[in-house]
């Protein structure tokens, strides 16, 4: 039975302006608008400008398309990275970067050009890339910031603007006059599709299916040569290969000199294979039958030489110790212009290294089988010719992995092509005097960085220890140029340091585009000669005279040249900016990408790693395991959670999860996450409800007065708030975003609040008991505000302005500290915690006995019941210590206590004894007891009287 009116008008009934329903959807632009009108950014940076720095350097997304859950969950990591060091006291600024070149745009505005394109100057399509990376720049700046990320959106940096084009070149230059850059014939992998050259970065492996053949090479030198046995004796070799369109580039076999090698003969014909693959190589080339009449060294087969299969051509023998003996014959076709040991073993030998196949994989000078075709489709009519000429000994089609071009997803070859390279190896003198390789330095530097997890140290040191010499070219438009003069006479780079600051100079001001729309003439300086053949003009000569022994590269830098130069192009330029980085944190791919050409590019800078930390997120899946794509339909798009249930519930969602393991999202788990952000948001509500009135300068309750219980809650949260800080030192969202999650729930909600409702509702507005409950619950508030704030950016800040009135309070929660532990509570001692721990467990006895009592009608609410506790022996003193404490925290109207044998504590519930309370309903054997209010009980009586109420309220 409720309360009369007369008497709930005395109750302190919960009372805030706070909203239940939060309408994040229509609520969270507008905060976005007034943090904007505000100034709350550069507030923030003002207010840190003295605090110690911390820097998390932006990995740049690409700039061609709109956010997906991968971009959220690195940028919102991101975000609570920079706001929980803000909030712990560091001066953390954030320059969100994107990667504006490169092909996956300039295939983009291909397609929007179609043939148009063949028309346009370079300089055309350049403009027309930058106006569509500027296009979805300026969607994604805008995605990002409805997702409550802050940083210096208006000038954020971009790889395409005329400072980091001249800082892109500055940083080739420097590894150019240090002797790191070479221009040479290399294998590398090459996209026929977008008909470049693409570094390993570039380079990604998914399924795809192949001919397998074995292919005869006859013998054409002395047979007893390799030996005597052989002599006199039709010999030849088998090969094995997956890729047949590289046979007509076949100038040598290779054998491994330490292996040992049988000569098998079957009906006349004799054919050499390694003997740990003759088993494998019999059975799938039809010589079963075939007996061996010969063992010899892998040694002997050097220099011999053999017939190509269909070309008129002798193909040598070779050594190579790369030969295995996993898979094939133990005899290896050799293609120097298609495969790296291929190259390296043609270089050894004095072979051609020249390729046949052009840019766009087509074949050039060959055979009219094959003539014109794709080097993919003539993979069949090259099988045909092998068996037309008697060479095929045996085929079957395999799945394999095999390296794809990772923008346009096609198949990559190898291909020998002349191209710009960092050499791996190149020597370096350090500061200290001591000396290394390139390679060496940087494994040195990212043992000395930290990796989160710290797999991946072992991961980026075995992909630097391993990868070729880095090839920095590309045969496109839409990029920074590799800005070098090239002699005409002897075909070497003009390596000038001071043409080379001029061209610096010239993109900081007109940008890269300058390369295109200058002439020589108009760069180089009048005079210019080349210091390897003295090609040039003669000085006193005009500029045009000397443009003619030079011409312009025209190649492309590597884009992930470009994205590695991001730490000198935005770190150490501005003072709150500082070089290195503190921190790097993107996806695991990246050891492979940014994470590495940031390290290979500082090292050649400034001979160092530029981040003291890498951390690693992991890939977004969907519930069944599957990578979100957008073939597959199976995405969850943040802006649209964003527009239907709020940024907050996106970020709430990358709190949920270990960033470090591949996450899984959906639309079931979004609402999930929305269910966890309602019940923290009424949480809030409760504590603002109760603290109407409450002014911490004037209420607030002195630890020493307060009751035990207020005193256990402040120490648990003092414990939760340790535990938060220490959580966000070490980026453990997930294990934050639990524990707030059960504290606001398990501790709070059904604890904590269910308990002391009632003296907050009942008690006098300024009796001390009530006061003390209410300090509790403003000083959690407080806390938990502050250190929700990073991750529920746009509710804290909600929060904080129905908070009550301090004179010291800022603005916004994100102008705050986190709060310090040794503010919430003092240290307590192990024995308060334990004697707690010991009286919750009565509670869940109490809770259960309760329970039963009323499923079996014999209560109706616990305020109903009477509590019996049989406690043994040993609890008697700590029952006796928090007498006082007992009937809040069971909520129930009266507790009594028996101190028996009993080993095990049970709770017995009987109906309450006396009279229901119409203001508090509790019951009590004293109510009516006061004349003047005949319904009430004691406590209420005393509580009326201290509120001065007259008796004829109630009357």
């Known amino acids: 039975m409720p309360a009369p009116p007369e008497l709930k008008a005395t109750l302190s009934l919960p009372q805030t302006g706070f909203p239940m329903k939060a309408n994040l959807p229509q609520s969270e632009p507008k905060r976005l608008a007034a943090w904007e009108q505000d100034g709350l950014y550069e507030q923030i940076r003002a207010v840190r400008q003295d605090a110690p720095s911390y820097v998390l350097h932006d990995g740049p997304p690409y700039a061609n398309g709109p956010l997906h859950l991968g971009h959220a969950l690195n940028k919102c990591l991101k975000d609570f990275v920079v706001k929980s060091k803000t909030m712990a006291g560091f001066n953390a600024p954030y320059v969100p970067g994107w ?86 014939l290399r294998p590398v992998f090459w996209c026929i599709h977008d008909r470049t050259a693409l570094a390993e970065a570039e380079v990604e492996y998914d399924t795809h299916t192949s001919p397998s053949i074995y292919v005869r090479y006859r013998l054409t030198s002395a047979p007893e040569a390799i030996d005597v046995r052989l002599s006199g004796k039709q010999v030849s070799t088998i090969i094995w290969t997956t890729t047949p369109w590289t046979l007509p580039a076949s100038l040598a076999v290779a054998f491994h000199p330490q292996f040992e090698y049988v000569a098998l003969e079957l009906e006349g014909n004799v054919y050499i294979v390694a003997e740990a693959l003759a088993a494998a190589t019999r059975a799938a080339t039809g010589l079963e039958n075939a007996r061996e009449i010969a063992r010899f060294p892998g040694s002997r087969m050097e220099r011999i030489t053999f017939a190509h299969p269909f070309l008129d051509r002798t193909v040598l023998g070779v050594l190579a110790t ?16 298609h495969g790296v040991d291929d190259f390296y073993t043609g270089d050894r ?75 791996m190896e190149t020597p370096m003198t350090h500061a200290d005097g001591s000396a290394s390789t390139f390679r060496q330095r940087a494994l040195e530097e990212i043992g000395r960085v930290k990796w989160d997890p710290q797999w991946g140290q072992e991961r980026i040191a075995n992909m630097v220890s391993s990868r070729p010499d880095w090839c920095i070219s590309r045969q496109r438009i839409w990029g920074v140029p590799i800005a070098v003069f090239l002699c005409l006479k002897c075909r070497r780079p003009l390596n000038d340091p001071a043409v080379n600051q001029r061209i610096v100079a010239l993109f900081a001001a007109e940008g890269a585009d300058a390369w295109y729309v200058r002439d020589v003439a108009e760069i180089l300086p009048p005079g210019t000669t080349c210091p390897s053949c003295a090609a040039g003009q003669p000085a006193g000569e005009d500029a045009e005279a000397a443009a003619e022994g030079f011409r312009k590269e025209m190649d492309i830098l590597d884009v992930w040249f470009e994205s590695g130069a991001s730490q000198a192009a935005v770190l150490g330029v501005e003072e709150d900016l500082p070089w290195p ?37 992991g890939w977004t899946l969907d519930e069944h395991g599957r990578a979100m794509s957008k073939s597959e339909g199976n995405g969850v798009d943040p802006v649209d959670i964003a527009q239907r249930l709020g940024a907050e519930i996106v970020r709430l969602w990358v709190a949920s999860v270990d960033f470090r393991e591949d996450v899984v999202a959906s639309e079931n788990l979004m609402q999930r996450v929305a269910e966890t952000y309602r019940k923290l948001r009424n949480t809030f509500r409760f504590l603002l409800s109760n603290l109407n009135g409450f002014r911490p300068d004037r209420d607030a309750v002195a630890w020493e007065q307060m009751p035990p219980f207020d005193r256990y809650m402040l120490a648990r949260t003092r414990e939760l708030t340790e535990k938060i800080l220490r959580w966000y030192e070490d980026f453990e969202f997930h294990r934050i975003y639990h524990a707030l999650n059960e504290f606001a729930v398990a501790e709070l909600s059904q604890l904590y609040i269910d308990a002391v409702k009632d003296r907050i509702y009942t008690f006098a507005p300024q009796n001390v008991a009530r006061r003390s409950a209410q300090t509790v619950l403003w000083t959690i508030a407080e806390a938990l505000v502050r250190l929700v704030a990073p991750l529920l950016s746009f509710t804290a800040d909600e929060i904080w302005q129905y908070m009550p009135e301090m004179s010291n309070r800022l603005p916004s929660v994100h102008l705050e500290l986190f709060p310090e532990p040794a503010s919430l509570a003092p240290a307590v001692d192990a024995e308060f915690m334990s004697d707690w721990a010991s009286l919750l467990l009565i509670r869940d006895e109490a809770l259960k006995s309760l329970e039963e009592a009323r499923k079996a009608k014999q209560i109706g609410k616990a305020l109903d019941a009477r509590l019996l506790l049989e406690v043994p022996t040993k609890m008697g003193a700590l029952l006796d210590r928090y007498q006082g404490s007992l009937k809040e925290l069971l909520n129930v109207s009266q507790v009594e206590v028996i101190v028996g044998p009993s080993p095990q504590v049970i709770a017995t519930t009987l109906p309450a004894d006396g009279t229901k309370c119409e203001r508090c309903w509790n019951y009590s054997v004293h109510t009516g007891d006061d004349w003047r209010w005949p319904t009430v009980c004691e406590r209420c009586s005393a509580a009326l009287d201290q509120m001065g109420v007259p008796p004829e309220v109630s009357a």
């Not at 898979?327 to 212009?337: I, K």
């Not at 290979?600 to 530029?610: S, V």
């Open 99 to 184: 990667d504006c070149h490169g092909l996956p745009i300039e295939i983009k505005v291909d397609e929007k050009l179609g043939r148009k394109k063949l028309e346009m100057e370079p300089i055309a399509v350049r403009r027309a890339c930058r106006a569509y990376a500027q296009k979805y720049l300026d969607l994604q700046r805008s995605q990002f910031q409805r997702l409550g990320v802050f940083g210096r959106w208006n000038r954020p940096y971009s790889t395409m603007t005329p400072e980091y084009e001249s800082k892109i070149i500055e940083t080739f230059f420097r590894f150019l006059e240090n002797g790191f850059v070479y221009k040479g």
């Open 322 to 337: 790369y030969v295995t003996a996993d898979q094939g014959t133990g005899a290896v076709h050799t293609a120097p212009s």
């Open 349 to 423: 030998y004095g072979l051609s290294q020249l390729s046949n196949v052009d840019d766009g994989g087509l074949f050039r000078q060959g055979l009219p089988e094959y003539e014109g075709l794709t080097v993919f489709k003539a993979n069949e009519p090259i099988i045909a010719l092998l068996a037309e000429r008697g060479a095929l000994m045996g085929r079957q089609d395999i799945t394999h992995s095999y390296p794809h071009c990772w923008r346009c997803h096609w198949p990559v070859i190898f291909r020998a092509t002349e191209q710009w390279f960092i050499g």
């Open 581 to 617: 980085a503190d921190l790097y944190i993107e996806g695991g791919d990246q050891h492979r990408g940014w994470f590495q050409s940031s390290l290979l590019c500082a090292i050649g800078e400034r001979d160092a790693a530029p981040y003291r930390m890498a951390a690693t997120c």
